[in-house]
């Protein structure tokens, strides 16, 4: 089996019926019902719109690689394990001398067979063992002023330990959950709407277990001032 689907998780009863009973009469309505209305494109690249400084933080050069973005890690995949339109990856240091490392992943188009994956995949289809995966309440809200919600994760890699944080928005959904994001580009399809995504996601190298509580607060803070510095053009697509 597929390593990225042997990680997902199962499955609810009546979404998956759900799912099955729209999958079953889309032949039928596709002409009909196929989306149409896809977001308005932003003028400004996603890179150009992101803070290079933010509070104590500032970008340097990457002294380490950052965990891959697709399923393969090395970019060898197809248009379905790299769904991206745009992506933003920088590392930043703080005064301590922590390196936080970003990345933002923007996809224009979300649909059932090509979306944005999520970093429990990507890291597990990378030879990670997820450790700690748990969700995560962003302090703050969305544009919209909807809650911000994502995921912890503690990954770990022969002698690499990453606390990893993220949120990943479908349309104008924020979900913890795999298959709420399935269901969103459903429901949008259904009223004609092509919904967008992002991914926005940062991550730090850790000695110990025990410093992944206060790492992923740390990151979820610095999250947390990358969006509020980033312009007025790109900061809707990391918070609509």
């Known amino acids: 089996m597929n390593r990225a689907l042997a990680a997902l998780p199962p499955l609810p009863f009546g979404l998956a019926l759900l799912l099955a009973l729209a999958m079953a009469i889309s032949p039928l309505l596709s002409g009909a019902l196929a989306p ?22 500032v970008v340097v050069p990457s002294p380490v690689a950052q965990t891959g973005l697709d399923l393969t890690g090395d970019g060898s995949g197809t ?23 970003l990345a933002i992943a923007y996809a224009r ?7 944005i994956h999520r970093p429990d995949l ?86 110990s277990p025990a410093e992944a509580t206060a790492t992923w607060l740390q990151l979820e803070a610095f999250l947390a001032d990358i969006a509020a510095g980033s312009s007025d053009e790109i900061r809707p697509l990391l918070l609509r």
């Open 36 to 57: 149409t209305r896809t977001v308005e494109a932003v003028g400004m690249p996603l890179d150009a719109g992101i803070p290079t400084r933010v509070a104590d933080w």
């Open 122 to 207: 990507c890291y597990r289809s990378q030879g990670f063992a997820l450790l700690t995966v748990e969700p995560a309440r962003f302090g703050f809200t969305s544009i919209g002023g909807r809650p911000v919600i994502g995921r912890r994760l503690l990954a770990q890699r022969a002698g690499r330990l990453e606390a990893v944080v993220y949120w990943l928005r479908t349309g104008e959904q924020y979900s913890d959950a795999s298959w709420d994001a399935r269901m969103q580009i459903l429901l949008d399809g259904l009223d004609g709407h092509v919904p967008d995504g992002v991914l926005v996601r940062a991550s730090r190298l850790i000695a």
């Open 109 to 115: 188009v979300q649909r059932q067979e090509v979306k």
């Open 79 to 101: 248009d379905n394990s790299r769904p991206y339109d745009q992506v933003v990856m920088r590392n930043y240091r703080n005064g301590a001398g922590d390196i936080a490392m």
